[in-house]
């Protein structure tokens, strides 16, 4: 199956959105969704996404999966709207209670806050797989990033979230807690072990030096022969020396701390307050 993949690129974060489409039919899914906010402001916008429902409306598709390929640390999901729009069931992997766990603790969200991913509709392991229609995806537990980072291969298309970058930007920071260099190497061996010719969409594009424009599609092929952190058989040794060292140098995502208290909760704001407005935290001197 090659299923039919429309990206939606966000200029303010850097993430690309995607559309599947079953080619036999009109199912789809939508993987890595956008919530707009305005951090100066703290106010949210649904302009990201409504790009996104104005296509599935257009095209007459059934959603039935809305994706997370992990918990992201640099953009807030927009999964419940898109979900109370268009329908679909919102997944994420399994490993979500290790990330609740942990930031719940760095928010201090104390009991009422669950850690068991039962925000989520569906929680993935590694090896299960679902349909879009007549379209198979299958699961490949990815960590490194994060320890929840998920792989979906859908027909011939690979949706590594921040796994992998394009060949000339190379791979995703492993600093966060429960990342690990090690972990993440591992994970790439297993999507470059796919056909040569299977699609690679990636989560984040910035433009690599030399290059005039944003991309997000590769192969595994170019993968394999190009990527400057692990193309042409570089060694796990190498690489994770390679990487501890560039992530040392890096500074925290913009949109960390909001991101990520929303997006544990698989897209909800926190509970609203006795006033009705909810708030979000800023831990000072935890991360």
Same mark, same amino acid.
């Given at each position: ?47 990201? &996404? ?19 390929? #992990?918990?992201?640390?640099? #953009?807030?999901? &927009? ?32 009991? $009422?806050?669950? /850690? ?40 011939? &298309? ?27 190497? =591992? ?16 989560? #984040? ?11 997000? $599609?590769?192969?595994?092929? $170019?993968?394999?022969?190009? =990527? ?14 390679? /990487? $501890? ?17 929303? =997006? ?20 000072? =001197?935890?991360?």
């Amino acid at each position: 199956m090659q299923p039919q993949v429309t990206a939606f690129f966000d200029d303010a974060t850097n993430t690309i959105s995607y559309v599947v489409r079953d080619p036999t039919g009109t199912a789809a899914a939508i993987i890595d969704s956008v919530l707009d906010f305005d951090q100066a402001s703290g106010r949210t916008t649904t302009d990201s &996404a409504d790009q996104i429902i104005e296509h599935v409306t257009t095209e007459g598709l059934d959603v039935q999966w809305v994706l997370e390929t #992990h918990v992201h640390a640099d #953009h807030l999901s &927009a999964a419940p709207y898109l979900q109370e729009k268009l329908g679909g069931k919102i997944g994420i992997g399994a490993n979500i209670t290790v990330v609740q766990d942990t930031f719940g603790k760095i928010f201090n969200e104390g009991t $009422e806050f669950q /850690r068991d991913g039962s925000q989520f509709d569906a929680l993935f392991t590694d090896g299960d797989s679902f349909h879009i229609g007549q379209t198979r995806g299958d699961v490949l537990h990815t960590p490194g990033h994060t320890p929840a980072c998920m792989t979906y291969v859908i027909g011939d &298309a690979a949706f590594v979230g921040d796994t992998l970058f394009m060949p000339d930007f190379g791979t995703a920071r492993c600093d966060f807690p429960g990342g690990s260099a090690a972990d993440l190497y =591992n994970s790439i061996q297993r999507i470059l072990a796919l056909p040569d010719e299977t699609r690679i969409f990636v989560g #984040h594009d910035y433009k690599a030096p030399g290059r005039d424009r944003y991309a997000w $599609e590769t192969t595994v092929g $170019e993968q394999k022969a190009l =990527n400057v952190h692990v193309g042409q058989g570089r060694p796990v040794e190498e690489f994770v020396e390679m /990487r $501890e060292a560039r992530d040392a140098t890096l500074g925290m995502p913009r949109l960390i701390l909001p991101s990520l208290q929303v =997006n544990m909760r698989a897209g909800q704001m926190p509970p609203p307050e006795d006033d009705g407005t909810s708030y979000l935290k800023l831990p000072l =001197n935890k991360l």
